[in-house]
């Protein structure tokens, strides 16, 4: 099905930096008719990132920071590669690289993160084990739109686990990223249905709702 408003499929850019379980979830999705969208590009900062392995050569766009005179170049480089896709939309699907202010700006309202905790907690890195050192009785996945503060925007779903007696990080992971890939389908599906808009609470609000009646 295409887009009411422009006719074609919503167009799909994900910045990727390792395995690409994330990617290949969506991916899936896509392939089996989960998801109505088409992924026009994957970006990585790392040259030898597995996850490029998903997609055919042309869709792969990679560079390595280290060659360019600063971060401001690199993001600069990566932001025109982007927009050359035309996305509607911009995953970062375990990209480990913090986006400049400038880049974040230029795909604002259309940039979503996902991060392996239940946001506001644990902004960054480590997230399984800082929950775990925490005593914390349930952990999770969050989608959120991206803003330039690291892990701050706007929360537009959250996929949660019991942490159970015993759990360490590996356990914490094993049972979260199948969460986490339903996560990432189930909010892709609502913005690749126009259903998703960054509007502060109101949109946290809605989009949960509409997952609620999904799961
Ligand atoms: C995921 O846990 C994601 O939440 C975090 O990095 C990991 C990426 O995994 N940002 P993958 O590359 O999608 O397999």
Wanted: aromatic share 6%; net charge neutral.
């Amino acid at each position: 099905m295409s887009s009411p408003t422009t006719g074609r499929k919503p167009r799909l850019a994900v910045l990727v930096s390792g395995r690409g379980s994330n990617l290949q979830a969506v991916l899936c999705a896509i392939a089996d008719g989960r998801l109505d969208a088409e992924i026009v590009g994957v970006f990585s900062d790392r040259p030898g990132a597995a996850a490029l392995e998903r997609v055919p050569a042309p869709l792969r766009w990679s560079a390595e920071p280290r060659r360019f005179a600063d971060r401001a170049a690199f993001d600069a480089a990566l932001a025109d590669a982007v927009d050359a896709t035309a996305p509607d939309w911009v995953f970062c699907a375990g990209y480990m690289r913090i986006l400049g202010d400038a880049f974040v700006q230029r795909f604002d309202g259309r940039l979503l993160n996902v991060h392996p905790s239940l946001l506001p907690r644990y902004k960054g890195l480590h997230t399984h084990a800082r929950a775990l050192q925490a005593g914390d009785s349930e952990h999770g996945a969050s989608v959120h739109f991206v803003v330039p503060e690291l892990d701050a925007g706007t929360v537009v779903a959250q996929a949660r686990i019991p942490v159970l007696a015993g759990d360490n990080a590996d356990d914490l992971t094993a049972r979260l990223l199948p969460e986490e890939h339903r996560l990432v389908v189930a909010v892709l599906a609502l913005a690749a249905g126009g259903r998703l808009a960054e509007r502060g609470d109101r949109s946290n609000w809605m989009v949960r709702s509409c997952l609620d009646h999904c799961n």
